[in-house]
C-alpha cells in the first residue's frame, strides 16, 4: 500500500511538472509586413532563437500591408510587428516605439539577357516591369524612386508579379524591379535564369555625389547599399549600388519593458546562433544608431542598453564631478556657439528660399517679360548653386535643405505646367 501511494505521489509531482513547464511559457505573437516572395524564408531563425533562450512561445504572421500592423498594435491583438523604417504613424493614435532594427529591404532591378539601357530612366520608360503586389509604404518609396531619377510614371509600363510568371518566366517583361528581402526566391530564379542585376550609379561614384545618395537626401529613411559580387552563387559578376531601408521590430510603447529586455537581449547576444542557421542574419546590426530610428527605443531597450551604467556613475561620482562640470560649462559654450553657426547658415539658405518664391512670383505676373523657359533656367541655377554651396561646406544638408528641395520641385513643377499650359493656348 505505502508503495502504491510512493507511485502516486511521484506520478502527481511528473505530471504537474509537465503542465507547469508547458502553461508557464508565454505567448509573443509577431505580425511582419513583407512582400509574398520571401516572407519565410529568414524567421525560423529568430522563432527558434527566441523559444530556445526565453520563456516565450512566439507565432509569426504575415500581411502585405503596414496599416494591419498597426491597427493590430493598436487593439493589442498582436505584440509585436516589423514593418520598414519608412512607416508613417499619426502620432495621436498610440505610440510605437522600436524594438530593434532587423535586416534590410533592397532595391532590387534585374534585367533579362540582352536589355541595355544607361540608366534607371531610360531602363524603366523603354522596357515591361515585372513588379510584385505593393503596400501603401511600398508605393510612396517608388513614387520619390521616380521623382528622384525624373522617371515619368506615365511611361512605365508593367505586369504583376503572377503565379504562372514565377513558375515559368512566361512573360514579355524584360525588367524586374521590387524592394525586397535579400533572400527572395523568384529574385534567385531570375539568376539562375541569366538575368542580371541592374546598378544605380558607378560603385566608384558612391561617396562622390552619386545617384542612390541624391535618393537617399529627399528620402532619409534610404541608405546606400552595395550587393557585393558573387553574393548570389556567382551573381552579381561586379558589385551593384542600390538603395536599401530597413526593417524595424516594433511594439507598443506601453508594452512590457521586462519582456522586451528579454526579446532584444537574446537576439543581440545570439547573433552568432542566428547567423548559422542563416548566414543572412550576418547584416544585423548590434550597434544602435538612434539618430537613424523611425521610432523612439522602448523603455525595455533601454534599459539592457543602459544595463551597466548606473553602478559605474555610483562608483566614480566623487572623482567625475569636477570634470563633469567643467564639461557641461564647456558644452554650453559649445551649443551656444553652435546656434549661433547655425543661425547664421539657415539665412544663407533663407537667401536660396527667397530667390525661388521671387522666380515663382514673377512666373504669374502678367508684366513679367521673361518666358517660362527662362525662369525654368533660371530655377535651376539656383539649384546649382545651392549645390556647390553645400560642396563648400557653406550650408548643411539639414531639415532646412531638404525643405528648399521640396520647394525647388514644387515651383518647378508649377512652372513647368505653366509653360506647357501657353504652348497648348498658341502663346
Excluded at 525624373?150 to 512573360?171: D, T
Excluded at 561614384?205 to 547599399?225: C, D, I, K, R
Aim: aromatic residues 10%.
Amino acid at each position: 500500500m505505502n508503495k502504491f501511494i510512493s507511485l502516486l505521489l511521484v506520478f502527481i509531482v511528473m505530471l504537474l511538472a509537465v503542465s507547469c513547464g508547458n502553461g508557464g511559457r508565454k505567448s509573443l505573437t509577431i505580425l511582419k509586413i513583407t512582400e509574398h516572395g520571401s516572407a519565410r524564408v529568414s524567421d525560423s531563425a529568430i522563432i527558434s532563437l527566441l523559444e530556445s533562450q526565453t520563456d516565450l512561445s512566439v507565432k509569426m504572421l504575415y500581411d502585405l500591408e503596414e496599416g494591419v500592423a498597426l491597427r493590430k498594435l493598436a487593439d493589442k491583438t498582436i505584440d509585436m510587428a516589423i514593418i520598414p523604417s519608412n512607416t508613417l504613424i499619426k502620432k495621436d493614435e498610440f505610440s510605437v516605439s522600436t524594438v530593434l532594427p532587423l535586416l534590410p529591404r533592397l532595391l532590387m532591378v534585374l534585367t533579362k539577357p540582352g536589355t541595355q539601357a544607361r540608366n534607371l530612366k531610360e531602363l524603366l520608360e523603354n522596357n515591361l516591369v515585372f513588379y510584385e503586389d505593393m503596400s501603401a509604404m511600398d508605393s510612396l518609396f517608388f513614387r520619390d524612386i521616380f521623382q528622384s531619377f525624373n522617371i515619368n510614371p506615365a511611361k512605365v509600363k508593367g505586369e504583376l508579379l503572377s503565379e504562372r510568371s514565377v513558375n515559368h518566366l512566361s512573360g514579355t517583361s524584360s525588367v524586374y524591379i521590387g524592394l525586397t528581402h535579400v533572400q527572395n526566391p523568384f529574385v534567385t530564379k531570375l539568376l539562375e535564369s541569366g538575368w542580371t542585376f541592374f546598378s544605380l550609379d558607378k560603385v566608384l561614384q558612391y561617396g562622390h555625389g552619386s545617384a542612390v545618395e541624391g535618393f537617399q537626401m529627399s528620402f532619409p529613411w534610404a541608405y546606400p547599399f552595395i550587393i557585393p559580387r558573387n553574393f548570389y552563387a556567382g551573381k552579381p559578376e561586379e558589385p551593384v549600388l542600390t538603395v536599401a531601408i530597413r526593417d524595424v521590430l516594433v511594439c507598443r510603447e506601453d508594452y512590457n519593458a521586462r519582456t522586451i529586455y528579454e526579446v532584444f537581449g537574446s537576439l543581440i547576444e545570439n547573433k552568432a546562433t542566428l547567423v548559422r542557421q542563416n548566414n543572412i542574419y550576418a547584416l544585423l546590426e548590434t550597434e544602435i544608431d538612434r539618430k537613424n530610428l523611425s521610432f523612439p527605443l522602448h523603455r525595455g531597450t533601454l534599459d539592457y542598453l543602459n544595463r551597466d551604467k548606473p553602478s559605474i556613475w555610483v562608483r566614480y561620482a566623487a572623482t567625475i564631478w569636477p570634470v563633469l562640470s567643467v564639461t557641461a560649462i564647456f558644452l554650453g559654450t559649445l551649443a551656444s556657439f553652435h546656434k549661433r553657426l547655425k543661425n547664421r547658415l539657415k539665412e544663407r539658405i533663407e537667401k536660396y528660399y527667397s530667390e525661388l518664391l521671387h522666380v515663382r512670383g514673377r512666373a504669374f505676373d502678367e508684366h513679367n517679360k521673361n518666358s517660362t523657359e527662362e525662369l525654368l533656367d533660371e530655377l535651376q541655377r539656383i539649384r546649382s548653386r545651392s549645390f556647390e554651396s553645400l560642396k563648400k561646406n557653406k550650408l548643411v544638408a539639414d531639415n532646412s535643405f531638404m525643405i528648399f528641395l521640396r520647394l525647388y520641385q514644387e515651383i518647378f513643377a508649377e512652372i513647368e505646367s505653366k509653360r506647357i499650359s501657353d504652348q497648348s493656348e498658341g502663346r
